[in-house]
Every structure is written in C-alpha cells, then in structure tokens.
C-alpha cells in the first residue's frame, strides 16, 4: 500500500471520508506497518482549535503549550502499538516500579540506578520543549527532567567513549507488538558523547508537573528537542558509553529513511515525504515552517561544524 504523503494531513472532517474511503477500498490500519511514516490524525483534539486546558505558559517562541490530553492520549510507542491513540490503553498496565537504569561501559564508575536514586541525586527542571515528529508534526510539551550530563558525569566517561546507547525495557506481558515479530526489540537509541553532554538534553520523569505516563515512556526517556522524536528514546533500562556509533532501532530498520543523526531539518526531505512544514498539535490543522535543528540552531549548530547540513544524515 502506498503511504498516505504528510502533505495530506487534513481537518478532520476530510481525513474522516478518506478513511472510509480507503476501508472501502479495503485497506486497514495494518498499511500503518511501514513504519513512522503513517500520520494519524484520528484523535479528537488533534487539529483541532487551540486548546492547553488554561495553562498559558508557551515555549520561548512564543508557542502555546499542546493540550495535556493530546500529550497523554496521542503517542507513537510501537512496543505497544502502531497506531498513536491505542498506546495510552495498552500501556496503562506497563510496570513501572520497582524500575532500574543500568549505567555500564566505558565509564570509571558503573552503576545501576533505581528510580528513587534518581529522583533523590538529580534535581529536576522544568524544560518547555518542541517535540517534532519525523512523521510531520509535533508538539510543545512541558516536561519535567535533568540534564542527562549530570548522571554521565556521576560515572565518569573514560576518554575511549565516543557515543552513549540507549535500550528500552522489553515486557512481552504488556507490550503486544514485541510477540509479532515485526521489529526487532528492544528499541535502542543512541547520541554522540557532545550531543548526550549538551545542556538541552535531558533525561525526563515528568510533563506538565506529573510522573510521566508510561505512554510517555515512565518512569524515564531521553528527550532531544533539536532531533526528530524517535531519537527520544522511552521507558530506558540501559545506558552504556561505547566507542563505535551504536545500532539504533530505526537507523537500522531503515537505513535510507532514517539517519543515526536526524537532526530536524526542513531542506532535507524524508524520502517519502516533505520535511518543510509541520502541523503543531493543539494549534489547529494550518502547516507552520519547521525550522532548522527545531529551532535550537543556535544552541546545537556548531557540534555539526564541517558537516553538509544539505545531506540526509
Ligand atoms: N521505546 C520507544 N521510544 C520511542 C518510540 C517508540 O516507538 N518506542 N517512538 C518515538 C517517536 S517516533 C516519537 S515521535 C516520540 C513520541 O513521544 P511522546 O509519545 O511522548 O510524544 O517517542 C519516541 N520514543
Ligand atoms: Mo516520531
């Protein structure tokens, strides 16, 4: 099945007969398979007027926050589901507690965290971010967490680690994508030490002053708001500092579509489809310019000195 281009987002109403029209032409929710590219603007308050349920705080560009609900009820976590509103379901029985992070490789001091550890050593901020979707949209989200350089300098990068790798947890009990065998689990993830070190990246426990939600990836996820979400690694069990670039769940499952650096790019299409606009969630269904790293091109763009911002990497 051809995939339905994100030039194609649509008000909801329109996007409603074009569904009945491709059920009539038979065509499920199974043609979602291929992979972050599907955009599934089935969701009630997605695209629709602006709604952050009397939170008016906006990111530094001015951007009212997405709605708590739209935050908490339209996800991609394909351990649970390839479609975005079924994850919240599915995951509300995810376990969460008792919850470790095993800290290992080339650091002078290994260590695994329990989740109380964490939030007793590590003081956590609140950091408005945009989270842009690879797929083509994305959303402004208050999140709670710390900046992922504190831990890393708990344990101490030797001078041979070059990368750090990411793994989320794998529970067959709650995850029912793990048991088809579409994708080989666990999802992985991975930055490069500069990348991980930077300030902006943070490891999140919290959205909108609450414990994440396991659809949000609790009790712990990576988030880097200058990259395309999957870089966002959720509900992580494994760090390790390594000195190769490490296998990464979409990089690996394709290579051409998505690059182990996805930095946020609007002159670099996906093969697919345009990455030049973006509908914001929340913020109704107009296209707005993506900008460049996200909009964080001053903070992040010297780490790519030298490398061609022009080419898919
Ligand atoms: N383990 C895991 N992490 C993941 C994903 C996933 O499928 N599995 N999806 C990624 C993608 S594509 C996006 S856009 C963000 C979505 O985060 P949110 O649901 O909290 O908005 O999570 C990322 N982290
Ligand atoms: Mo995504």
Redesign the pocket.
């Known amino acids: 099945m051809k995939p339905i281009p994100s030039s194609e987002i649509t008000p909801e109403h329109i996007y409603r007969s074009r569904r009945k029209f491709l059920k009539a032409l038979g065509f499920t929710a199974a043609g979602t398979v291929l992979a972050?590219c599907g955009i599934d603007t089935d969701f009630p308050e997605a695209n629709q007027a602006e709604t952050n349920e009397g939170d008016l705080r906006t990111d530094e560009l001015g951007r009212a926050l997405t709605d708590y609900t739209s935050?908490i009820g339209?996800?991609?976590?394909?351990?649970f589901d390839l479609g975005k509103t079924a994850?919240a379901p599915l995951a509300r029985d995810f376990p969460v507690s008792p919850w470790t992070i095993e800290v290992s490789g080339l650091v002078n001091n290994p260590r695994t965290f329990a989740m109380e550890d964490i939030y007793q050593l590590f003081e956590e901020e609140e950091r408005i971010y945009r989270?842009r979707?690879?797929?083509g949209w994305s959303?402004v989200?208050p999140w709670l967490g710390f900046p992922l350089s504190k831990l890393l300098e708990m344990v101490e990068p030797t001078v041979d680690a070059k990368y750090v790798y990411f793994e989320?947890a794998v529970d067959e009990e709650t995850m029912p994508v793990i048991k088809r065998g579409l994708f080989q689990f666990p999802?992985t993830?991975g930055l490069r030490l500069d990348e991980a070190m930077h300030d902006l990246t943070i490891l999140s426990t919290g959205l909108y002053g609450e414990r994440l939600m396991p659809?949000?990836?609790a009790p712990i996820?990576l988030v880097v708001p200058w990259k395309?979400?999957?870089?966002?690694?959720?509900?992580i069990v494994k760090i390790k500092l390594v000195d190769r670039q490490p296998y990464t769940?979409w990089n690996n499952y394709a290579p051409q579509e998505y690059g182990f650096y996805s930095n946020v790019n609007p002159d670099v299409p996906h093969p697919r489809w345009s990455q030049a606009t973006e509908v914001i969630i929340g913020h109704g269904p107009k296209r707005v310019p993506t900008l460049m790293f996200n909009g964080y091109e001053e903070e992040v763009a010297s780490m790519y000195a030298g490398m061609d911002l022009t080419k898919f990497f």
């Open positions: 972050a935050v339209y996800n991609n976590y394909y351990e994850v989270m979707c690879v797929e959303m989200i989320t999802y993830e659809q949000n990836g996820r395309y979400g999957f870089k966002s690694i959720k509900s769940f």
